[in-house]
Structures are given as structure tokens and as C-alpha cells.
């Protein structure tokens, strides 16, 4: 079992950067894939972006694709999403989850077996 605890959210103006981190304990770390979702208010959540067990292979939402980076440090048992160009519409709460899945699940939240309790990300225009 893992549990998931992100760090880092808050405000920034349009354009500006943010980083956040999700931070796991419990076993086998390494062997999970590694997502970040985001839920708006009154809006489903969605997928950001995604990360394999050995950081070989990462995956971007269309949205976030040229602006955010997904990364890991599995001897800190750490998952990044560093944010540049924030734009007003990424404001929402940001989930990291850990997957038993491959790639092939990435971007389904149901296929994500842990969840973090989210950060809030908010970015004023």
C-alpha cells in the first residue's frame, strides 16, 4: 500500500511558475506509474500528466504539453509537476495517484489505485 501527501500548491499570477510535489510512503514505490490529475470546480477530473515506474517514458496532457514536466526521484520517493507559463484555467486542485498500470491506463483516474488528498493550485490573470 502507498500513501500520497502533495506539497506545494498556492497562488501565482498568469505566466508565473509553480512546482509541486507528492511525497510517498509504504512499499514498492519505484513499481508504481506515477500521475497528476486536476479537478476544477464543477468539472471532472482530468489528467495532467504521467510518469513509468523507471522515469523512462512520460506522457502530457495536450493542455500542459510544452509548459509542464512530470518527474520522479524514486530514491526520495518523490513525484514532481513543475508548471511554467501558468495560464487562469489550471487553476484547480492537483492530485498525484500511483498505478499498478502501465501506460496503457494512464489516463483513466479508475485505473489509479491511491490517491493523495490534493494541493490548490490557484493562478490569477
Known amino acids: 500500500q502507498v500513501q500520497l501527501a502533495e506539497s506545494g500548491g498556492g497562488l501565482v499570477q498568469a505566466g508565473g511558475s509553480l512546482s509541486v510535489s507528492c511525497s510517498a510512503s509504504?512499499?514498492?514505490?519505484?513499481?508504481?506509474?506515477m500521475g497528476w490529475f486536476r479537478q476544477a470546480p464543477g468539472k471532472q477530473r482530468e489528467f495532467v500528466a504521467a510518469i513509468s515506474w523507471g522515469a523512462g517514458r512520460t506522457y502530457d496532457a495536450d493542455s500542459v504539453k510544452g509548459r509542464f514536466t512530470i518527474s520522479r526521484d524514486n530514491a526520495k520517493n518523490t513525484v514532481y509537476l513543475q508548471m511554467n507559463n501558468l495560464k487562469p484555467e489550471d487553476t484547480a486542485v492537483y492530485y498525484c495517484a500511483a498505478s499498478y498500470y502501465d501506460s496503457t491506463y494512464i489516463y483513466t483516474p479508475a485505473k489509479y489505485a491511491y490517491w493523495g488528498q490534493g494541493t490548490q493550485v490557484t493562478v490569477s490573470s
Open positions: 509504504g512499499r514498492a514505490f519505484s513499481g508504481y506509474t
